[in-house]
């Protein structure tokens, strides 16, 4: 009868465990992810790179098209040197639309810009790299180069 107990807390034990990965698994939900609108994302993801707010940002992409560590990562490298005049835009290019930031560092131009897709009803943002260069056309002048998404 002991051993019936011992089999029975091994199960409970395992179905725990496979629940727990689950749950880890699903907790970035589709309704956690990016925004209702593009403007909102626009706003969101202003609001979390001017806060350097890495999990707030890494929020904002579609699932698995950035790792974990994505947004900080880029984060680090963005505000790694003084950087001015930092904005981020919505900009429509060859029919798709794009999140933009662009800032200055001493005397370079910095630009990033993350394809905005819907998924599940909601705006996200790739970090698939564009296949236009969304920052060489849409600039007006100067050269353009600098931190890439």
Do not use: H, K
Not at 28 to 53: K, Q, Y
Not at 88 to 104: A, F, H
């Amino acid at each position: 009868m002991s051993w019936l107990w011992v089999v029975c807390a091994l199960v409970a034990l395992w179905l725990t465990v496979i629940c727990f990965f689950i749950y880890e698994g699903s907790s970035a939900a589709p309704a956690d992810r990016g925004a209702r609108s593009v403007g909102a994302l626009e706003t969101a993801a202003t609001a979390a790179v001017r806060a350097r707010d890495a999990a707030a940002f890494q929020r904002l992409f579609e699932p698995g098209s950035v790792g974990p560590r994505y947004a900080s990562q880029y984060l680090a490298r963005l505000f790694a040197r003084p950087i001015t005049g930092l904005r981020l835009t919505t900009e429509p290019y060859q029919d798709l639309r794009y999140l933009v930031l662009r800032g200055e560092q001493g005397n370079r131009t910095v630009c990033s810009a993350w394809t905005i897709q819907r998924y599940d009803a909601r705006s996200v943002l790739s970090a698939v790299p564009p296949l236009a260069d969304v920052c060489g056309a849409t600039a007006s002048a100067g050269d353009v180069r600098g931190v890439t998404a």
